[in-house]
């Protein structure tokens, strides 16, 4: 059974939602000078870097043989496809709409890991939680403007798109689980760097 969070828990992920939400303005702002799929290419390709520099002050090891094959996947769900799904999205709805629909994510991966997850426990303050998180994300979306218009750019479409990227988040948070026995920096730098190479293909095709 997992600990109770303490202060410090919170105190990091107050941290995190900050961070993390305040991604999707910088998105929305970025998108006013370059397209959808460069911008996802562009982050990702800043992360792989970062990686690279920071590299003789991380210990571990980079992926190695078959190894990537599972990572390329996850680049490609994880990062990828939600970046460029977010990006084309937040071109037509508000940032904080985006932020909003992507915090599916965890009650995806709660739906999901109760069949490739056993070892997650489910609770009646759980399901309380997920059902009203649930409806929350739905009336975010019924409750846009022209919400049941059928062309591009309009209603429910940009959303439907946020919360296709919020379920491969939430396949990397579920499948990156089984992945033990690579270490946790080959996992990070494989899947950045994969979802570069996909991001940067997109972008050369497709914009």
Known sequence: MSAAPKGRDWALLAVMVLVW?????????????VGPFWLAAFRLLAASL???????LIKGQWPRGRQWLPL????FVGNALPFVLIG??????????????MSASP?????????????ESISLTRVIGLVGGLLGVV?????????????????????LLVLIAAV????VNIFGRRLGSISLLARSFGMLSTGAVFATLFALVLE
């Not at 970062?50 to 003789?56: E, G, K, S």
């Not at 009336?139 to 959303?159: D, E, H, R």
């Not at 491969?168 to 396949?171: D, R, S």
């Open 21 to 33: 939400g305040s991604s999707f303005l910088f998105i929305k702002l970025a998108l006013g000078w």
């Open 50 to 56: 970062f990686f690279v520099l920071a590299r003789p």
């Open 72 to 75: 390329a996947a996850l680049g």
């Open 88 to 101: 084309i999205a937040t071109q037509t709805i508000p940032s904080s709409a985006s932020a909003l629909v």
């Open 107 to 119: 009650m995806i991966v709660m739906i999901v890991g109760i069949v490739f997850l056993p070892d």
């Open 139 to 159: 009336l975010i979306i019924l409750g846009a403007p022209g919400a049941l218009s059928t062309s591009w750019g309009a209603g429910v479409l940009p959303y």
């Open 168 to 171: 491969g988040y939430a396949m």
